[in-house]
């Protein structure tokens, strides 16, 4: 009995369109939402929190304002945060590629993969997306993979249906 064994490479383009420059458009607005309400929680706190000059400041009050502070920089760095993170996708060249690199849309059996800044899990034209950088150890395990190709990271495996 003779047996044949056949490879092939199986073709996953056909199954979604994806326009990166729309999802592109979507994150744009989605960041502006999180600076601009990061502002607006910076400044609620700034009004509610001033203390006069004058005051007199015991030790009881001293470390309230130093809980305080440390607070008042949290937010701050919230701000920023999603500021640099807007200014990642803007800069964003969303071009096509054929393999995985920054810029890249990765389509896995379970989830969208948008190679460019940490982005929490969201839902777009029905499918789930999640943003990874360039830096997390995800994207090193598929950094220069291509379709067909697979990784495993934390005993999960991701094999790449599309790139986009």
């Not at 009881?60 to 008042?72: A, H, M, P």
Request: glycine share 4%; aromatic share 8%; with cysteine.
């Amino acid at each position: 009995m003779q047996v044949k064994i056949c490879w092939r490479k199986v073709d996953f383009a056909t199954q979604h369109t994806v326009n990166k420059q729309d999802i592109k458009k979507f994150l744009i607005q989605k960041e502006l939402v999180q600076v601009e309400k990061s502002e607006i929680n910076y400044a609620e706190y700034l009004s509610g929190n001033s203390r006069a000059c004058d005051q007199i400041i015991d030790l009881g009050d001293q470390s309230q304002l130093n809980v305080r502070i440390e607070l008042t920089h949290k937010l701050d760095s919230q701000i920023h945060l999603h500021g640099k993170k807007l200014d990642v996708i803007k800069r964003l060249k969303f071009e096509p590629t054929s393999r995985v690199e920054l810029g890249a849309i990765i389509e896995t059996e379970k989830v969208f993969l948008i190679i460019a800044t940490s982005i929490p899990p969201f839902e777009y034209d029905n499918n789930l997306f999640i943003g990874i950088s360039t830096e997390a150890p995800l994207y090193k395990c598929l950094e220069g993979k291509s379709i067909g190709d697979e990784c495993i990271y934390n005993q999960v495996k991701f094999l790449i249906k599309n790139i986009y």
